[in-house]
């Protein structure tokens, strides 16, 4: 059982990078709305958490779930989708975003817990819910008490700088939850905002050693991904990409295809094992560049 907190909102993605005005497509989305859809055709029938508006578009967030195999565990609430506008720079997205007052920010600590199934193993949660706000309290307070009840707490930062008000207590908060994480995903990206400063591959060790996770993963866009275990360090290279249409839920469609191999190979026993989590993370991540917007594989596709 895999339940998964965090953002929905409806990506407005640029289409067209050509003269004139761009065009956009309306596509269900949110950092851990994808991660929890790329669970779901993965065939993992994960619970989500986090409430969805009762307007149009909120229904089109529920009904994309449901296609995609999740259990729509979120209340409805009358209250506006969030949105976000997708703009393409030779197929990299750039992210502006509309979340003030809207359903999914409106979430409750007691409310949440009650939603978490008895039988729930892992719970993720990640990116723009943790940014700032009550709502990213409350919701790095639930990771901490269910990863204390021996739940799998996983993490994906997926550090949104443009929605960070506080960059001191957003680190800390981050920090926090990475202590006491059964699995962590950070990019490249992710750790340059965080640390500017630092060297990268010395404090992705450095964040590993201090952390319970039993695996820490650094992505590094087409360089790869380092995976780190309490017993080994191991480099897997991208996955090729026959046609790129565009990156967007490459990160969350990589994610989610760790927590499915966790829930499989939760020791990571040999560096065989590391390395092949890895391949499958990355193929799973390949194939959703290869589609416009996240649009992540099923099981049967990343296999072939």
């Known amino acids: 059982m895999i339940t998964v907190g965090g953002e ?19 596509l269900p989305g949110g950092s851990q709305f994808n991660c929890a859809s790329a669970l779901g055709r993965l065939g993992t029938r994960p619970h989500y958490i986090t409430p969805i508006s009762t307007d149009s578009m909120g229904k089109l967030l529920a009904d994309a779930l449901l296609e995609s195999g999740v259990v729509v565990a979120s209340d409805r609430i009358a209250a506006p989708s969030s949105l976000a506008v997708v703009t393409l720079s030779d197929g990299q997205p750039s992210y502006q975003f509309y979340r003030d007052g809207t359903a999914e920010r409106l979430v409750e600590s007691e409310q949440l817990k009650a939603l978490v199934p008895t ?62 994480a059964a699995m962590v995903k950070l990019s490249d990206e992710d750790l340059g905002w965080l640390y500017p400063d630092a060297d990268a591959e010395d404090m992705v060790m450095r964040l590993a050693a201090g952390s319970q996770a039993r695996l820490f993963v650094l992505t590094k866009g087409s360089a790869g991904a380092t ?10 290279e991208a996955a090729p990409v026959t046609k790129l249409q565009d990156t967007v839920g490459a990160g969350d469609t990589f994610m989610a295809a760790l927590i499915y191999q966790f829930l499989h190979a939760p020791d990571f026993a040999s560096e065989a094992t590391v390395r092949d989590v890895g ?26």
């Not at 719970?123 to 799998?152: E, K, Y």
């Not at 995976?227 to 897997?236: A, D, M, W």
């Not at 993370?281 to 296999?303: H, M, S, Y």
């Open 119 to 180: 039988r729930t193993k892992v719970f993720q949660i990640g990116s723009l819910s943790l940014c700032n706000g009550d709502d990213a309290d409350v919701w790095a307070g639930l990771f901490t008490d269910l990863a204390q009840q021996g739940i799998a707490c996983t993490l994906d930062p997926n550090v949104r700088a443009g929605f960070v008000t506080d960059p001191a207590a957003y680190r800390q908060r981050i920090e926090r939850m990475m202590a006491v």
């Open 8 to 26: 929905n909102l409806i990506d407005l993605v640029q289409i067209s990078e050509g003269k004139g005005l761009p065009e956009f497509r309306a």
């Open 279 to 304: 391949r499958f993370a990355a193929k799973a991540a390949a194939i959703n560049c290869e589609r416009v917007g996240c649009n992540p594989p099923t099981l049967d596709e990343i296999q072939i």
């Open 227 to 236: 995976l780190i275990t309490p017993s080994c360090r191991i480099e897997v």
